[in-house]
C-alpha cells in the first residue's frame, strides 16, 4: 500500500492519498503487560 522508499512520493504525500494519519501508518501496537494477562485469565476462569 504505501511504499517506505517510493523514489518520488513521501510517506506524507502517500497517505494524504490514502487519506489516512501518518501517525496510523507508524503506529506500532504494544503487547499485553504481564500482570494484565494474569488478570484477564482470573477473569476468564468459571
Same mark, same amino acid.
Given at each position: 500500500?504505501? $511504499?517506505?522508499h517510493?523514489?518520488t512520493?513521501s510517506?506524507?504525500?502517500q497517505?494524504?492519498?490514502?487519506s489516512i494519519s ?11 503487560? $504481564? ?5 484477564m485469565?482470573?477473569?476468564?476462569k468459571?
Amino acid at each position: 500500500m504505501i $511504499e517506505r522508499h517510493h523514489p518520488t512520493l513521501s510517506i506524507g504525500v502517500q497517505c494524504r492519498l490514502l487519506s489516512i494519519s501518518r501517525s496510523s501508518f507508524y503506529y506500532a501496537p504494544q503487547g499485553e503487560t $504481564e500482570m494484565n494477562l494474569a488478570l484477564m485469565r482470573l477473569i476468564d476462569k468459571p
